[in-house]
């Protein structure tokens, strides 16, 4: 079983829907939990961070994190077709190991 | 502020020849990451600088990998002599501190022959 798993995709969503991204992780002892985005031959972009159980909005963002089912979540309203990328899905467990351990990442298409 | 950089973007090798990656963190960080991503694969942890020491350097495939940051800031990553299975892109990150979100590079993407 991977550390961090993701649906690989190809995600296809019509302009203007919510794109919904979900990853699940198997160490229960991760504490911090990120999302980056990455376009083609560019760095991964953090997008969002959330550190406790809930909904973290930010804009047309909105990550949701459920410890108890060890399961995190991106929603993406109102998609554009620049949301076109990889969203990439990390986890840490901190207390001095920072390493980020990473899925694979899920290719979304925004369908204009 | 400038951001996390690499060079060179691509590097083309034949196979038991050196190869040295340089990252520069964004200016002020004291901690730098190094990760690969093979292809097809996720994008896999190498090892952690913060400052000029290694804190932990658990994800370094084999001893043909050695990551220096000497005076604790550029840090160059270099492959000796390089294998097939050294191809893939590797990506530096920093951040500011500990339990700090982590900024990344564009990646060195390096194709062994």
């Known amino acids: 079983q991977k550390e961090v798993e993701q649906n690989s995709g190809p995600l296809s969503v019509p302009e203007g829907a919510i794109a919904s991204l979900n990853c699940t992780y198997s160490d229960r002892v991760s504490q911090s939990f990120f999302w980056y985005r990455q376009y083609s031959g560019k760095s991964p972009e953090l997008i969002m961070s959330i550190y406790s159980n809930g909904d973290k909005e930010d804009g047309r963002f909105t990550a949701q994190l459920n410890k108890a089912s060890q399961y995190v979540s991106l929603l993406i309203r109102d998609s554009q077709p620049s949301d076109s990328a990889t969203y990439l899905c990390a986890v840490n467990k901190n207390f001095g190991n920072e390493k980020l351990t990473f899925g694979t990442g899920t290719r979304l298409t925004i369908i204009p | 502020e400038a951001g996390v950089t690499q060079f060179p973007s691509h590097s083309v090798i034949e196979k038991g020849q050196t190869v040295t990656l340089r990252c520069d963190p964004i200016s002020g960080h004291d901690n730098l990451y190094w990760y690969r991503r093979v292809m097809g694969k996720e994008i896999k942890f190498l090892l952690h600088f913060v400052k000029e020491s290694k804190q932990d350097e658990s994800g370094m495939p084999n001893n043909r990998f050695l990551a220096e940051r000497t005076g604790g800031t550029y840090s160059t990553l270099k492959v000796q002599p390089a294998e097939l299975e050294d191809s893939g892109v590797y990506f530096c990150?920093?951040?500011?501190?500990?339990?700090?979100?982590?900024?990344f590079g564009d990646g060195t993407r390096l194709s062994i022959l």
């Open positions: 990150a920093s951040s500011q501190g500990t339990n700090q979100p982590q900024h």
